[in-house]
C-alpha cells in the first residue's frame, strides 16, 4: 500500500509570485484535502477534493485553488503569494464513503517559505 | 463553528510513565468524531486514536486510550508505558458526521524523558 506523497519538500518563493504544489493520495483512497499549518499552530482546512470537484471549503481566500485529476492526485495553486502564506501544506487523503467522519492520512508536508 | 481547546501547551513524561492529554471541544451537534493526531519532527501527522461520538465505550489503541465525556465536551488521550519515541506534536481534531474538515486544536508538545 503506498502512502501519501508530496512535493516539492520545500520551496521558498517571492512575494507576488505563483506556486504549485503536489499531493498523490494513498492507494485506494478518492478523496484529497488540503491544510495549511502555520508555525506553531494546529492545520487549518484549506478545501477538500471528491471526484475532481471542490466538495468543500473553509475561509480561505480565491487565490487558493485546487485541481485533483482522476488518478485522485491533486494540486495547490496559491496566486499573488503574501508573506503570511509562509507554512507548511499538507494533503490528506481518505477515501468518501456515505457517512463522514473516515480518517484522513496524512503526507509529509510541503515548506513554503515566502520572501 | 466548532472549536478545539488544549490547554496545555507543552508536557513532560519520564520514560514507562503515564501520561494525559487534556482537549475540550465546543460544539452544538451531536454526531461527529474526535481524533488524536501525533506529529513528531518529521513533520507526518499520524492518526493514533479516533472515537465515534455516538459510541460510550472509550477507544483503545494498545498504550493509547482515551476518556470521553461527552457531555463535558472533553477528549483526553492518555499514553501509558511512554516512550522516547512518543515525543512530538500531539493535535486533539474533531469532525462533524456529515463533514469533510478536520478541525485541529493548537496542539501540546509532549517531551519524553530518560
Known amino acids: 500500500e503506498t502512502g501519501v506523497t508530496q512535493s516539492p519538500t520545500h520551496l521558498i518563493k517571492t512575494r507576488g509570485q505563483q506556486v504549485t504544489l503536489r499531493c498523490s493520495s494513498q492507494s485506494g483512497h478518492n478523496t484529497v484535502s488540503w491544510y495549511q499549518q502555520a508555525l506553531g499552530q494546529g492545520p487549518q482546512f484549506i478545501f477538500q477534493?471528491?471526484?475532481?470537484?471542490?466538495?468543500g471549503r473553509g475561509n480561505f481566500p480565491p487565490r487558493f485553488s485546487g485541481l485533483q485529476f482522476p488518478n485522485y492526485s491533486s494540486e495547490l495553486n496559491v496566486n499573488a503569494l503574501e508573506l503570511d502564506d509562509s507554512a507548511l501544506y499538507l494533503c490528506?487523503?481518505?477515501?468518501?464513503?456515505?457517512?463522514?467522519?473516515?480518517?484522513?492520512?496524512f503526507g509529509p508536508g510541503t515548506r513554503l517559505t515566502v520572501t | 463553528a466548532q472549536t478545539v481547546t488544549q490547554s496545555q501547551p507543552e508536557m513532560s513524561v519520564q520514560e514507562a510513565e503515564t501520561v494525559t492529554l487534556s482537549c475540550t471541544y465546543d460544539?452544538?451537534?451531536?454526531?461527529?468524531?474526535l481524533f488524536w493526531y501525533k506529529q513528531p519532527p518529521s513533520r507526518q501527522m499520524i492518526l493514533v486514536i479516533r472515537q465515534e461520538a455516538y459510541k460510550q465505550q472509550n477507544a483503545t489503541e494498545n498504550r493509547f486510550s482515551v476518556n470521553f465525556q461527552k457531555a463535558a465536551k472533553s477528549f483526553s488521550l492518555k499514553i501509558s508505558d511512554s516512550q522516547l519515541g512518543d515525543a512530538a506534536m500531539y493535535f486533539c481534531a474533531y469532525m462533524l458526521n456529515s463533514g469533510y474538515a478536520l478541525n485541529f486544536g493548537k496542539g501540546t508538545s509532549l517531551l519524553v524523558t530518560p
Open positions: 460544539t452544538s451537534e451531536s454526531d461527529y468524531y
Open positions: 490528506a487523503s481518505s477515501l468518501a464513503q456515505t457517512s463522514g467522519g473516515h480518517e484522513q492520512y
Open positions: 477534493y471528491y471526484r475532481e470537484e471542490e466538495n
